[in-house]
């Protein structure tokens, strides 16, 4: 396979290409990300304050505060100011793709760096067609930025272990970058610090102090969120999922698609074990790239809920360079196939998440209230977290709405008919109770359930309804 320097700039123009198909189709956002488009734009005074103070900058959200997210929130504001982008579909998911493309680029430089050109190039078109990661490139959070920053690690731990002194800062900023953009992804440069523990012993004492010291701004960032109370707000969702945390993080990363599962493990599992001398500091890093923050979060799990398949991104992607050692293992008449078999799978896996519409339609379900909605009827979000959907899409594209819409907590004005936007799931455990008082208060007006209609998502339904007396 070719292996010049310009063949590793191909990775960041595939993910450039995916990911910008993504974005083409302007999706409406989802909850998060609709967070991201009230906040991103507020001043910096405004979003500092409510980060020392843990309030929330939206009146039904008071107790979700911008917390963890803050400095994401200040990179978006800053995006908004420096570009001619607003905080929309496009604009606000632009940053996220040349982020992606940035880290693409990085990563393939990195494992070319700590393998060969023939292993980054692999590597980069096995992270850079992997759904997992082309859904993350065209969304409205901070899950690429932290990958770039991630990737900026990997390359400065590739240097450090090629004798460079100076790299050291690079890996340093980069690592403190890292947990600043999700405080989740300060596991990989942890799991970095092992690696090089192994792999240079005592020598490697400097960068595990350099790990350490970068990682403090952003554990004062959530050590601020745990003092002022609000340290759990947000998360109440989450789930526990126990020992299953491998499981379902592979799923994800496949896209739970059979074909790039199969490929994946048979990949994955020959760079693990097999591998030249000259790769073994790549394989060092790759296992414990993916291996310790997934065995961390999978212990924390038999202690509290906290696997979200998102917050790995920046550690799953170690599954892409132990894919690209077990490619590269392959005879020289085989590599192609073997590596055309993988991408195929991969792409064929994205396009069909990304086929499959936005992770959920609200602003098709506001949409369809405002094609039928008379003046006067109310609008009601049935949860706060469909307020957040109701409330930008109305004042954004369906100004008309607006002086009808009734946001938690306030109470439904009395009317013959009544629209109701709500989750078909109920979201957290004390929406659902709120959903089923919000039914019962319209029964008791002599209203009934006249209409409903369900816009499917990728991940979640919303529903539409139209209550009548």
Request: hydrophobic share 55%.
């Amino acid at each position: 396979m070719p292996a010049s320097k310009e063949w590793l700039l191909l990775p960041p123009l595939v993910v450039a290409s995916l990911g910008g198909w993504l974005v083409s189709h302007r999706y409406g956002f989802w909850f998060d990300e609709l967070y991201t488009a009230e906040v991103g734009p507020l001043p910096l005074g405004r979003l500092l304050e409510a980060l020392v103070r843990g309030e929330g900058t939206i009146d039904y959200l008071r107790d979700a505060p911008p917390s963890y997210n803050a400095p994401y929130y200040a990179v978006v504001h800053g995006w908004l100011a420096l570009t001619p982008f607003g905080p929309d579909e496009v604009g606000l998911r632009m940053l996220s793709l040349v982020a992606m493309v940035g880290a693409v680029a990085v990563f393939t430089r990195a494992v070319a760096r700590l393998a060969d050109r023939r292993t980054g190039l692999v590597s980069g078109l096995i992270l850079a067609t992997n759904p997992f990661v082309v859904a993350y490139a065209g969304e409205a959070r901070s899950y690429a930025l932290a990958l770039l920053a991630t990737a900026l690690a990997a390359l400065g731990l590739a240097r450090w272990l090629d004798g460079e002194p100076r790299a050291l800062l690079l890996y340093g900023l980069a690592t403190c970058a890292a947990g600043l953009a999700h405080w989740f992804a300060l596991l990989v440069p942890a799991a970095f610090a092992v690696a090089a523990l192994v792999l240079r012993r005592r020598q490697a004492v400097p960068l595990v102090v350099a790990t350490v010291a970068a990682a403090l701004p952003a554990l004062a960032v959530v050590g601020i969120a745990l003092a002022n109370g609000v340290g759990g707000s947000g998360a109440e969702w989450i789930r526990g999922v126990g020992l299953t945390v491998p499981r379902l993080l592979l799923h994800s990363w496949t896209g739970g698609d059979t074909a790039l599962l199969v490929a994946m493990v048979a990949a994955v599992a020959v760079g693990a074990v097999r591998g030249r001398r000259a790769q073994n500091d790549a394989r060092v890093v790759a296992l414990c790239w993916v291996g310790i923050p997934v065995s961390a979060v999978t212990v924390a799990e038999l202690v509290h809920p906290v696997y979200v398949d998102r917050y790995l991104l920046s550690a799953v992607v170690g599954l892409a360079v132990l894919a690209a050692l077990g490619v590269t293992r392959c005879r020289q008449r085989w590599l192609p196939l073997a590596l055309g078999a993988l991408l195929v799978a991969s792409v064929t896996a994205t396009l069909s998440d990304v086929g499959q519409g936005p992770r959920d339609d609200v602003r098709g379900a506001v949409a369809m209230v405002a094609a039928g909605q008379e003046p006067g009827e109310p609008v009601v979000a049935a949860a706060r977290w469909d307020a957040l959907g109701v409330e930008h899409y109305a004042r954004r594209l369906h100004p008309k709405l607006i002086g009808d819409v009734v946001l938690p907590p306030s109470p439904v004005p009395d009317s013959p008919t009544v629209w109701v936007v709500r989750g078909a799931t109920g979201g957290v455990k004390g929406d659902v109770v709120k959903l089923a008082d919000l039914d019962r208060d319209l029964a008791a007006r002599g209203l009934r359930l006249a209409d409903e209609h369900r816009l499917e998502g990728r991940r979640s339904t919303v529903l539409v309804q139209r209550w009548v007396r």
